[in-house]
DNA sequence: TAAGATGTGCCTGTTACCTCA
DNA sequence: TTTGAGGTAACAGGCACATCT
């Protein structure tokens, strides 16, 4: 049980009080697609309980739909003002920069104008702890989410977008070095393919005069000096080797020679 | 026990925003 | 000052699996 979903509990029993069909529509929503639209605005804001703003019940009474982000919207216009709360310095590579870290979640930073999505970048601290838990762990459990949520002063669902993001790009650079491997391989194998036809070309080339050693072979049956005739015993193997050898020896050199 | 509904986590692809050269 | 590229937080849709009814 995520803090999102500590919010989203919080929201259905606060709207049920008066959006019974709201909360109804929720639930039947694909899951949590529904209520990102509502943490999107960060409704952790306890007053929800409440109940649902005038905005809201009036849009229920006239049976209208009700735009959720929106409405969350309204709802927690009053503390948007936590948006940015601290400042922090951050230096990114060549100078100092300052950067706003996020103190109490992305509060209403979409308040909808123009329907915006403002875009927090994580401090280096927070950064750093991130890489340094997904280094122990690239996956996540509700605990160590609302551990490093607490910890980073960052909402449930923001650790949870990182370490997919971080494993997203984890397999992706994963990918480029395969893909990288692979090329390499590939170029090795078309190499050694190449090398090997060549090999073969010439091996072809040479095939005339292999013809004429045969040739020479069916003559030269019996040595003239040791007076044996290529192997023609049981073992065919031994023929051909026997041939093949005494055949490459008679042409290569003297016979007496290659019989000795 | 089987089957459908629901919740949850993750993956993949995309979008939107931010930073920097 | 403008602009395009790259990085990345956030989102959306889908799938797999677990649990509940």
């Known amino acids: 049980m995520g803090f999102d979903d500590i919010c989203n509990t919080s929201l259905g029993l606060g709207l049920s009080l008066g959006l019974g069909c709201l909360v109804k529509q929720e639930k039947l929503s694909h899951r949590r697609k529904k209520k990102r639209s509502w943490t999107r ?148 194998l078309t190499e050694e393919n190449r090398r090997l036809h060549k090999e073969l070309q010439e091996l072809k080339s040479w095939k005339p005069l292999a013809s004429y050693r045969m040739a020479a072979a069916a003559t030269l049956t019996m040595c003239p000096s040791c007076e044996r005739v290529a192997n023609g015993g049981e073992d065919p193997s031994d023929h051909k080797i026997g041939t093949k050898s005494h055949l490459f020896n008679t042409l290569s050199s003297h016979p007496s020679a290659a019989c000795s």
């Not at 909402?155 to 397999?171: D, G, I, L, M, S």
Request: aromatic share 4%; glycine share 6%; with cysteine.
């Open 41 to 188: 605005n960060d409704l952790s804001c306890p007053s929800l309980t409440l109940g649902p703003s005038e905005d809201a019940r009036k849009a229920h009474a006239d049976g209208e739909s009700i735009d959720l982000h929106r409405q969350a919207s309204s709802v927690t216009a009053m503390s948007s003002f936590l948006k940015y709360s601290v400042k922090k310095e951050r230096d990114s590579g060549g100078g100092a920069e300052v950067e706003f870290e996020k103190v109490s979640s992305r509060v209403g930073d979409e308040d909808d104008e123009g329907g915006h999505r403002k875009k927090l970048r994580l401090s280096k601290r927070q950064s750093a702890i991130l890489e340094d838990s997904f280094k122990h762990h690239s996956t996540l459990n509700p605990k160590k989410k609302q551990a490093l949520a607490d910890q980073l002063n960052l909402r449930p669902r923001q650790v949870e977008v990182w370490f997919q993001n971080r494993r997203a790009r984890t397999k992706l650079k994963q990918t480029e070095v395969d893909c990288e491997l692979l090329k390499k391989s590939c170029e090795t």
